[in-house]
């Protein structure tokens, strides 16, 4: 397919076709050119192929195929090779069923754990984020398959989501919500970028210059096809101008029409155009001159692919002493989830799952098996008949597990939740268990962090999330010790919705959401404020324990442009195999500007057999100690110390070792008659221009105050603290004409052209 010769070929209609789908789920053909067309499903974790009756909402059936583990499960896997492996499976399946790109990865950043799509997303951390991203990508694309990484950019909730403008600053959009779309397309390019919904600071996401072609293209080398979210385009001549290519799904060619008039206006230039064609049909000369023929996925295969990732994902959050279970005890399987578990989200990444293996049919061989029901998920009514029978059950086990969470009802993409809690029926249903069973474990099923009541009463807590189809013989394996615990929180679990920082300005009012909380999202905040909170960001424990020594860095100091590797032995100080999540955490020790407490930018999953070490390396670069400075719109670190902390936890940290880094860009600073003496005694070299001024000045003022009282009160630490804060220009009043205004500009034009 020569794509430049097909483009010149194409008549004005033709091309303006091509930047719209022909029906819901495939771009259009183009006979007279043998242009075939190539077609698009969800994503991300599944194929949901539909053939018949089709929707963006999840609500027809599709093709059954395999569910994996949602974001937010994988997410806490912390696993690189976990997710590119099930990316590599995706794409095997779409290979088998001719899709060309799978919908997703959704890289956006949990702002708060209300929006209802949380599941679909990885983390409120954009380094973990992107890390998840870019190897789902890998996984997925290795197979000739594209990606279409969504939702570009910050659609963090779901209210009036087509309409609404998240209205934030620039440093905050570089340093969270923009990172992960960053670092997934620099690290591996995706076939595609979906454009969300939502405005950003009052333009559309789809119509957007700025975001579309000036940071994702210029910026980030992005060469691939943006492709709007369905039904995102308001208008699509400004749309195509900013660098949308192609619409989804079919506007019924409305919109082409108005393409093929702009032109003939000349309101849009037909070179604009000829590139968005040219990328679409880059990518279906992409996927169809490397179609692999004959590709057959296993189901089966792959189910059991989606046990062994579910028990990776699986979060360990309480334990004492009550897990693993022991096979001999009678247990009691609790609560409905054990027979239908919640696995997946709603809408339009609902997969039609070609079998589903509760918890209680993957424990049926295991003999001391009791169950009840407990409550149920269509209505949230609390049954006392089934809280009794429960308790029956409970009261006559060893051990209580109840299988609780989210019911559909309760998140989904589409709307967000109102509230943090679990059913009433089912946080009742726990505290009647626990009154009558003090060996009591909660398995949770949910997409996003809940409020939890009860926590003092369980002895174990398991968090499988929304697990995927295998998710029962996942949470069976982890209960009984067939597979040890190794996943850590991606997200903070607030004790109460009141605690998220985004609480105060969540939604936001009509169409405007201001991101009040800055760049204090999640941990960042939390750590800022020494808040105490539920569970920690990378918070998980296992049946073994990990030690940590020998942290070294290769340097003690170096300047921005050099890299840092970090090394640390982890050693396994248990009596079985297991995986710990190693993370690497940098803060800064002082610093002039707003900053979270610590950041992570660096992990590793390391299996350890029982008293096995290993070492671990991080290899840090400029990025890992720089904020977005807005005064030259770029990455600056601040010369300075930096901690290089090593934890289990953002609430853990183990060890830690200091590290000297030097800017090698200096920030332009502006002197004025209004610098204080503060800001030019912090820059060295400006100190050495302005020290005859100061020393005049210094002399002057203690002539004046020599054997009068004017000090007062007045201690040397205040006098040093007024002096600096003092500007330029108020040096003349107080020097009564012995010091003139000519001398002040003097300095100025010198210290404005300092080298
Ligand atoms: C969702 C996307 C999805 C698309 C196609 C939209 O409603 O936001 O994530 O890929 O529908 O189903």
Not at 354 to 360: R, T
Not at 427 to 432: A, G, S, T
């Amino acid at each position: 397919m020569d794509v430049s010769s097909l483009v010149a070929q194409m008549t004005l209609e033709e091309k303006a076709s091509l930047c719209s789908g022909l029906d819901f789920w495939h771009t259009k053909p183009v006979e007279r050119l043998n242009i075939p067309n190539v077609m698009v499903s969800d994503g991300p974790h599944g194929l949901r192929k539909q053939e018949m009756v089709v929707d963006h909402l999840g609500i027809s059936e599709s093709i059954k195929a395999v569910c994996f583990p949602a974001g937010c499960a994988m997410a806490a896997s912390f696993d690189r090779d976990l997710i590119r492996t099930v990316g590599e499976a995706l794409g095997d399946e779409c290979q088998a069923e001719n899709i060309s790109v799978i919908l997703g990865p959704a890289a956006n950043i949990k702002r708060s754990p209300l929006c209802g799509r949380n599941f679909e997303y990885f983390s409120e951390d954009p380094y973990l984020a992107t890390e998840m991203a870019t190897n789902h990508i890998k996984g997925v694309q290795s197979k000739n398959v594209g990606t279409s990484l969504k939702h570009y950019l910050a659609n963090n909730q779901e209210h009036r989501r087509m309409t609404s403008s998240s209205e934030i600053d620039e440093r905050t959009l570089r340093e969270i919500y923009l990172a992960a779309f960053e670092g997934a397309v620099m690290n591996v390019k995706p076939w595609t970028v979906m454009c969300s919904y939502n405005r950003i600071n009052g333009v559309f996401a789809s119509e957007n210059h700025r975001f579309l072609t000036e940071v994702l293209r210029d910026e980030w080398g992005f060469d691939g096809v943006v492709v709007s979210d369905w039904g995102a385009v308001n208008d699509r001549v400004l749309g195509l101008a900013a660098g949308l290519d192609l619409e989804m799904p079919s506007s019924g060619g409305m919109n082409d029409a108005k393409i093929v008039q702009a032109v003939k206006d000349g309101r849009l230039a037909e070179a604009v155009l000829d590139k968005a064609v040219t990328r679409v049909l880059n990518l279906v000369k992409r996927y169809l001159e490397n179609k692999k023929e004959g590709v057959i996925f296993e189901k089966d295969k792959h189910h059991e692919l989606a046990r062994m990732v579910s028990e990776e994902c699986a979060v360990l959050l309480k334990n004492d002493n009550i897990l693993p279970l022991n096979r001999e005890d009678k247990i009691a399987f609790i609560g409905k989830f054990a027979e239908t578990p919640r696995y997946q989200g709603g809408g339009s990444s609902h997969i039609n799952s070609y079998k589903v293996v509760g918890a209680l049919e993957a424990a049926k061989n295991l003999t001391n098996i009791t169950y009840a029901k407990g409550y149920d998920t269509e209505t949230d009514v609390i049954d006392e008949a089934l809280i009794a029978e429960a308790c029956k059950v409970a009261r006559e086990a060893s051990v209580a597990v109840i299988f609780a969470g989210l019911p559909d009802s309760f998140e989904s993409e589409g709307f967000d939740r109102s509230h943090m809690g679990m059913p009433d029926c089912q946080n009742r249903l726990i505290e009647e268990v626990c009154a009558v069973q003090p060996n009591t474990v909660v398995v949770l099923h949910n997409g996003s962090p809940v409020e939890m009541p009860w926590i003092n009463k369980v002895k174990g807590l398991l968090e499988v999330y929304l697990g995927g189809q295998a998710v029962g013989e996942a949470s069976v394996n982890l209960l009984f010790g067939n597979a040890n615990p190794s996943g850590k929180l991606a997200e903070t679990f607030p004790i109460k919705l009141e605690d998220n920082p985004s609480y105060l300005y969540y939604l936001g009012e009509k169409d405007t959401v201001e991101y009040r909380e800055g760049v204090f999202v999640g941990y960042r905040y939390y750590d800022k404020k020494k808040a105490e909170v539920l569970f920690p960001f990378g918070y998980g424990l296992s049946y073994t324990t990990f030690a940590y020594s020998d942290l070294k860095l290769d340097k003690d100091s170096m300047p921005d442009t050099d890299t840092l590797t970090v090394t640390v032995n982890v050693k396994n100080t248990g009596a079985i195999a297991g995986k710990d999540i190693v993370q690497l955490y940098v803060a800064p020790e002082t610093s002039g500007v707003i900053r979270p407490v610590k950041e992570l930018k660096g992990f590793t999953k390391v299996h350890l057999e029982p008293g096995e070490t290993k070492t671990v390396t991080f290899t840090l670069s400029k990025r890992a100690f720089a904020y977005y400075n807005t005064e030259i719109n770029d990455w600056y670190v601040q010369t300075g110390a930096y901690d290089i902390m090593i934890g289990k936890s953002s609430r853990d940290i183990v060890c830690s070792a200091s590290l000297q880094v030097q800017s090698s860009i200096a920030t332009p600073m502006k002197y004025t008659l209004n610098t204080t003496f503060g800001d030019i005694l912090a820059d060295p070299k400006a100190k050495a221009a302005a020290e005859p001024l100061i020393a005049a000045y210094t002399q002057l003022n203690s002539s004046l105050q020599e054997g009068s009282d004017a000090l007062g009160d007045a201690t040397p630490d205040m006098m040093e603290a007024m002096f600096s804060g003092m500007p330029l220009r108020a040096i003349l009043l107080f020097a009564h004409d012995r010091i003139k205004e000519e001398d002040i500009t003097q300095l100025l034009n010198h210290l404005n052209n300092l080298e």
